[in-house]
């Protein structure tokens, strides 16, 4: 059994989600562009022991209405909720905006020991939507640390898909962008070798959204650079939104195309997920049993 507790503004904004019995390991769910409370996957991971925040880190009350010079201190200060909980043990999982967010949070705050990173980005991207000020435009940094904006790649719009495009792919924009302003990446570039905890990444290398697979394999190559080991899971099949056992799985938006098969995106979210139980020490009978 588990327990809910909803927390609608404040610091700390999103679900709460307690086993009955905890194991002492936090996890903090965070979800992209979608703007998603992702309070299935934390009830899945707080039905194993975890506590679990499912975390609304903008769009919420007092939050940036968009992923525009977010302060990386909101999940810092989810980390220190979990420890106030009691938990020993702090995961950060994040997806495609919330990857990168997870990578940047670790590499700044050595409490997290697992960082699993799913359709992640090696760089940090210009702004998606308005920030406080209720401004897109011009281009800021999707994210922030102690007041200050983080280097951050714009996007080159010449590929950008045509206005009325169903279901566009905006993965050629991106990697336009990383050539166009290939002088900007060192500097953008997410300083994963400053992470202490254990990485997982998982990307589908038919990601139609952004190039995440070769953002993991760069993340893999930095590592190496500075002597570190992580781990990355692909399958050739699958696009931006991998899916675990038994959750629900999520049509793309229309204004985006994710890539993939929906056959191919679970079949990386369970090979994913076996990895996910095995790091952090963790056993799901009702996959175990199957």
């Not at 809910?4 to 002492?24: E, W």
């Amino acid at each position: 059994m588990t327990t809910t507790k909803h927390l609608p503004d404040g610091d700390i904004q999103g679900a709460l989600i307690s086993p009955d019995t905890p194991n002492g390991l936090g996890i903090i769910i965070l979800t992209g562009s979608s703007g998603r409370v992702d309070v299935e996957r934390a009830e899945r991971f707080a039905k194993l022991g975890a506590t679990a925040l499912a975390l609304r880190w903008w769009g919420g009350k007092g939050q940036p209405p968009g992923i525009n010079l977010v302060p990386l201190e909101i999940f810092v200060r989810g980390v220190d909720r979990l420890q106030a909980e009691g938990c020993d043990r702090i995961a950060l999982l994040g997806t495609s905006f919330g990857a990168m967010a997870a990578l940047l949070t670790a590499a700044r705050d050595s409490r997290i020991d697992h960082v699993i990173a799913i359709s992640p980005s090696d760089v940090v991207w210009q702004n998606n939507g308005p920030g406080t000020d209720g401004s897109a435009w011009p281009p800021r940094s999707a994210f922030a640390w102690n007041d200050e904006p983080l280097p951050f790649i714009v996007w080159d719009p010449r590929v950008w898909p045509p206005f009325g495009t169903q279901n566009p792919a905006y993965r050629p924009m991106y990697e336009l962008s990383l050539n166009t302003f290939a002088e900007d990446v060192p500097a953008a570039s997410i300083p994963v070798e400053q992470i202490r905890g254990d990485i997982l990444l998982v990307a589908g290398r038919a990601d139609a959204l952004w190039p995440s697979d070769t953002a993991a394999r760069r993340i893999v190559e930095r590592l190496e650079r500075y002597g570190r080991s992580s781990t990355l899971i692909e399958h050739p099949d699958a696009g931006h939104s991998p899916v675990f056992p038994g959750e629900t799985q999520l049509a793309a938006p229309i204004e985006r195309a994710w890539g993939g098969t929906p056959a191919a995106d679970r079949e990386l979210g369970a090979a994913a997920w076996n990895l996910i139980l095995d790091r952090l020490r963790l056993e799901d009978a009702s996959v175990s049993s199957s």
